[in-house]
């Protein structure tokens, strides 16, 4: 087995994807849902990721765009109450929120918001809302646990619901779209994903079945929405460990936005601090740790030693090879001071082939960019108005920097690295782990332009 932290020979192994295929034998859980984009490999792959590939388009990254910042205002308008201080026991709370809203509207055509969409619709058993929440949190359960203890609590026989729900509801979206004499033109993913099936001659090969379609998007879902939420959790604390950078971020969006309005998806590429500041979250809490590949031949790799030497490592054929992405987004070779939190780093010339978030090549994320554009959606309406601090709490008074940024930021590895949720500072202090997190609001000028906009 190799854990392969090397620039260079990641890069051969991302762009040689029959040379380095995906040990599929390890993502059959994740079938459950139906064959996948994520779970397959060869031209089965190809098939999904074809289809798949025209759904996430500019008109989806604009949806995207306009729903993230329609979400976050409604947060703040609605749920936060425009409140000068805003506690919350962790800020994955917020975030998960945020990101789910968000993908069952550019993800599933479902325009849903904080309060409402709780209505449960003849033939089901929760809401549509509720549905997607649940299986968001808990769809890894049933992959993970045999099948006959599924009924055994309540939470595990809640996710099963949620999970055919889910499933009918997505199904009753692809009935209702393939009968529809008149399409309504939608660019979330799932109807693009419909309507490129649909595009496919029947009984063409390359068309996928009902089961398939629904497979893709419960991916999507699974693959999508904790890596963003749980990276814009990270990005919220590092800005409230780290406040002159928080200044910073602060005065770039009120440069690009100086009317403070609310930003629109043409003001994105300007916001470059912003997706700064997200890089070098994920640079140093990347969600995905650990990319498996396997030799399909026997080969070799070329990297370099401490003393600078150029070694070659042989592979026999079948070896387990890893993308170790910490190891390469640390690796003092690339990252001068890999362990300071210093966005700036990605505003000047950056060494692209030793960022590894996402993946490389034909098999890397298709949903960057979605994600990227929620999450600069996000932070510049957050960011904008309000001031995230760590909350003071007297058990912590005696910290130092270096104590609190361990405390806050710890991690626990899941199915992806996730910030350590705990919710009661006194029961859970032992573990050492707690996101606190206060958002101070902005100077009342930017209440008032809220109030403008309504
Ligand atoms: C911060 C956010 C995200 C990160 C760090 C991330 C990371 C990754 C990584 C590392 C892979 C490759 C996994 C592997 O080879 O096993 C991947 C693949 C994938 N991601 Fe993401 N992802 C993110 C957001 C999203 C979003 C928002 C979506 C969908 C809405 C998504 C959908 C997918 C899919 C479908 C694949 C499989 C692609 C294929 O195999 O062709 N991801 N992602």
Redesign the pocket.
């Known amino acids: 087995m190799l854990n392969v932290a090397d620039a260079g020979a990641i890069k051969e192994i991302t762009s040689a994807r029959s040379k380095w295929p ?1 040990p599929v034998e390890q993502y059959t859980l994740v079938l459950q849902f139906g064959r996948n ?2 779970a397959t490999e060869g031209d089965e ?1 190809k098939k999904h ?1 074809k289809l ?1 590939n025209p759904a996430f388009s500019e008109p989806n990254n604009k949806l995207v765009w306009d729903e993230a910042v329609r979400i976050t205002t409604d947060m703040i308008d609605n749920v936060w109450e425009n409140r000068e201080v805003v506690e919350v026991d962790h800020a994955v709370d917020i975030t998960l929120q945020i990101a789910l809203l968000i ?1 069952g509207s550019a ?1 599933f055509g479902r325009k849903i918001s904080f309060a409402e969409d709780l209505k449960i619709p003849p033939g089901h058993n929760m809401s549509f809302k509720d549905a997607l929440h649940i299986v968001s949190t808990d769809m890894i359960l049933p992959t993970v646990l045999p099948a006959w203890s599924l009924n055994l609590t309540q939470r595990l026989r809640n996710v099963r619901t949620a999970m055919a729900d889910l499933s009918k509801y997505m199904q009753e979206m692809i009935d209702e779209r393939r009968n529809a004499e008149k399409k309504p033109e939608r660019h979330d ?1 799932f109807s693009s994903l419909l309507d490129a099936n649909m595009a496919e001659a029947e009984g063409n090969e390359s068309r996928l079945e009902d089961s398939e379609l629904i497979g893709n998007i419960f ?2 879902l699974l ?2 929405h904790e ?2 939420a749980h ?1 814009l959790c990270f990005t919220l604390g590092l800005l409230a460990l780290y406040q002159d950078q928080q200044e910073i971020l602060y005065q770039h969006i009120v440069s690009i936005l100086p009317d403070k309005r609310l930003p629109t998806y043409e003001d994105m590429s300007s916001l470059s601090y912003v997706l700064a500041v997200f890089y070098e979250t ?1 640079r140093l809490f ?3 740790a650990t ?2 590949k396997k030799s399909a031949e026997d080969t070799t790799l070329v990297t370099t030693n401490n003393a600078g030497e150029k070694i070659i490592v042989p592979v026999p054929k079948g070896a387990s090879v890893t993308l170790h992405t910490p190891g390469l987004h640390y690796n003092p070779r690339y990252w001068k001071d890999p362990y300071e939190f210093r966005p700036q780093r990605f505003m000047e010339d950056w060494p692209r082939d030793a960022f590894l ?3 490389g090549g034909a ?6 960019r ?2 990227e554009t929620e999450s600069l959606a996000i932070l510049a309406v957050l960011m904008a108005r309000y001031r995230v601090e760590t909350k003071e709490e007297p058990q912590f008074a005696g910290e130092t920097f270096d104590q609190r940024r361990e405390r806050l930021l710890k991690v626990k590895a899941g199915i992806t690295s996730t910030s350590v949720v705990a919710r009661n500072s006194s029961a859970e202090l032992s573990v050492g782990s707690l996101l606190f997190g206060t958002f101070m609001k902005r100077p009342l000028e930017f209440r008032w332009i809220f109030r403008h906009l309504d």
Do not use: D, M, N, Y
């Not at 098999?363 to 960057?368: A, E, H, M, V, W």
């Open positions: 995906k984009i994520v792959w990721r798949a993908i993800g993913l991916i999507f693959a999508g890596t963003t990276t994920l990347p969600p995905v990319i498996p978030p996402f993946s098999r890397s994320c298709i949903g960057r979605f994600s």
